[in-house]
């Protein structure tokens, strides 16, 4: 229901006022096309950041993680407005506005988001200064503000700005010849208002000093200059409070911080003949995209303002005036600073599965039967562990990966590169579209092919997003094929950080299944007849469909669990609202963007959607359609989105064996009966935060994992 997500309110906590729900009359057919059935996908995702943003304030957190959350919600902010609002920007600049089904023109989406995003901005703000730097100063960490400076911290600033400021940063003055300089995207700088000549007698006014990249944004004082306690300084302080420096023998009657955000989108051409050529050259591009928001420090003087909007070409909506640092993502450094592992999340030791460790090799205990693990409760090592052992093992003739995101410097891309030095067959799949992992992608790339790997980009116009690898060896005078399925990249830091399935198996049809997607994806050809996974683009939609289709004519005997990132594909949400009629029970634990409108007599009653915000960021992609007693389990490298099922290269595998069935299902379980971390989406398009009733325990499903996992002997 478009117009009520869309006139969201924080007055109240951040959730909207209910709006009315139209109730059919009994017999009327429901228009499923009519676009008040649809959520908008961009102020879908800013709920999804603002529920993020909540856990800044929920106290069941360590107080450095709620900062840790306050910073997350700007990292997702910026990534909001580099792409979903410069894409919507981009379709009105050109005369492309696109309407998807929720029916809102770009230029409606554009004034809610902003409207929105400023409430939740000075939200966050206000969180910031009036609840967790209070509650830090209660725990002796400090953010010292100039006016605070003792002489004996003065001095020590004074001499960081002279030893480790001053060579490298590099003020402009504003005048015919030194026009306004080409900032680089979301990089913090200063406007300065001067008054006096300078050497050479002009009288410019004003003035730009980019605070250096190269330098942190948060300082620690050192002990001997303090009074007890974590006491952290600004970078932004020390330009501040010596800006004059700057501009010797005249006066600085101003300093205040800007930071402009930048269209980040990379836009290539399909027909290109040398894809990591064009990507080299678009991302230098990036940096320097067109202006889509402008945050200044709120004592910004008026007239200043309005010259940094006209000098980037931004309307008042896009103006974003703040009450404190302009880039709270930098705050993350917080950690790295200070030694208080009693204010952040205790430590865990992710588990190895009994089966993987009383076997001699990886390949002893798949054959034992197949292994699924849940990432990060249960370790990443034995997927690293596979490829170290396949690419040492002389049995092992073949290796092929996918690679979205990995990292450069990664032990999976070491064993690669290692079993290429040693003779095997090792290809790998590198999608160097991974959004903002294009550079480091780039530079694995080019590893691998330095080892001997033969690198190949997949195929134009699609990503390969699935995660998938396979190793050929040779047992007993046959070839078997070992294959690992993820729904989550191999990034062994995300896999501390992401809740993730790690499949493995030596299927005879899953391996040929895997073989024959791998030579779609290195060759050339006809789409290969597949047995058991489903891959987009051309069967995972259409099995979905007809897996929910199905459950829908048991009707009220139907079942149908689906956890996953997004929601957004409309044929998909057609499936669900035709199964909820026919009386199909659906819960559905969507993260993120949820475009489907639940709880509506007559179209979506029997339709649930939660959304689950913890500890951990929930990856896992599964789907559960209860068959009539007989359930069909996948899981997915897959959501729920018209790009992800039409227009990547994308995988869901099948788990079959009944004891991994079960404990998927427990899993799954163990989310719907979250009473403290869930989120439930109404039929108005807020959000409320499920509470346990009175006297019922908390059932916060992430920690229910820690300890169900963690704990194994």
Known sequence: MTTDIANLSTADGGQSVPAPIDVPPVGEVINLDASENYFNRELSQLQFNYRVLKQALDTTHPLINRLMFCCIFSSNMDEFFEIRVAGLRQQMKYGREIVGADGIMPDQALNEISRIAHEYIDEQYDILNHVLIPEMEKEHIHFVRRREWTPEQAEWVRNYFNDEVLPVVSPIGLDPSHPFPRLVNKSLNFIVELDGKDAFGRETGMAIVPAPRSLPRLVRLPDEVCKGGENLVFLSSMIHAHADELFPGMEVKGCYQFRLTRNADLELEDDLEDLASALRGELLSRRFGDGVRLEVADNCPRELVQFLLTEFGLAEKDLYQVNGPVNLTRLMAVTGLVDRP???????????????????????????RPILLHHPFESFAPVVDLLRQAAKDPQVLAIRQTLYRTGANSEIVEALADAARRGKEVTAVVELRARFSEAENLELASRLQEAGVIVVYGVVGYKTHAKMILIVRREEGRLRRYVHLGTGNYHA??????????????????????????????????????????????TLHKRLLSLIEREAELGEKGWIIIKINALTETRLIKALYRASQAGVKVDLIVRGICSLRPGVPGL????????????????????????????????????????????????????????????????????????????????????????????????ASQLVLLKRLTSKS
């Open 493 to 538: 830091v995300n896999a501390r950080l992401y809740t993730d399935y790690s499949f493995m198996t030596c299927d005879e049809s899953i391996g040929d299944d895997v073989n024959k997607l791998f030579q779609q994806l290195t060759g050339m050809g006809k789409a290969l007849k597949i047995k058991k996974l489903f891959h987009a683009p051309f």
């Open 342 to 368: 009693d204010l952040t999340y205790s430590g865990y030791s992710p588990t190895i599965p009994k089966q993987i460790r009383s076997r001699e090799t990886m390949f002893d205990a798949i054959r034992k």
């Open 604 to 699: 979506s009653e029997n339709i649930q959607v939660r959304s689950i915000v913890g500890r951990f960021l929930e990856h896992t992609r599964a789907y559960y359609f209860g068959n009539n007693g007989k359930p069909d389990v996948y899981c997915s490298s897959a959501d729920c989105m018209e790009r992800n099922l039409l227009s990547r290269v994308e995988t869901a595998f099948p788990i079959e064996d009944p004891r991994l069935i079960t404990r998927v299902r427990d899993n799954l379980d163990t989310y719907l009966a979250d009473n403290c971390q869930s989120w439930m989406l109404q039929p108005d398009g807020s959000y409320i935060q499920n509470q346990p009733p009175e006297g019922t325990e908390r059932v």
